[in-house]
């Protein structure tokens, strides 16, 4: 059984930081490409990041260059999410995604996690 389990959410202020984390299990971890996804309260759920398999290449949504990293560690299973300058517009639910292409095309996600909640305050 597949499971990925997020991390890392919170209540930050505007301008502030928070790091997300993923682990996965029940999925051999190196094989997939990972990412995030967010959805806000009435809006559809979209991709934020994805990276490849081998950390290779990763992908951003343009709202989020230059603010958000994702990386990923093979030898933990885990993958990362690393947000900076976070904006009130960034409160959603981020979703860990695994098994789909990236850079992203619209695919949907073989597997998807619970979601953690990130709220940035004014």
């Known amino acids: 059984q597949v499971q990925l389990v997020e991390s890392g959410g919170g209540l930050v202020q505007a301008g502030g930081s928070l790091r997300l984390s993923c682990i996965a299990s029940?999925?051999?971890?190196?094989?997939?490409?990972m990412g995030w996804f967010r959805q806000a309260a009435g809006k559809e759920r979209e991709g934020v990041a994805c990276i490849t398999w081998s950390g290779g290449t990763t992908d951003y949504v343009d709202s989020v260059k230059g603010r958000f990293t994702i990386s990923r560690d093979n030898g933990k299973d885990t993958v990362y999410l690393q947000m900076n300058s976070l904006k009130p517009e960034d409160t959603a639910m981020y979703y860990c995604?695994?098994?789909?292409?990236?850079?992203?095309?619209?695919?949907?996600?073989?597997?998807w996690g619970q979601g953690t909640q990130v709220t940035v305050s004014s």
């Open positions: 029940g999925l051999r971890f190196g094989r997939y490409n």
């Open positions: 995604a695994a098994g789909f292409s990236c850079p992203y095309t619209g695919n949907r996600p073989s597997y």
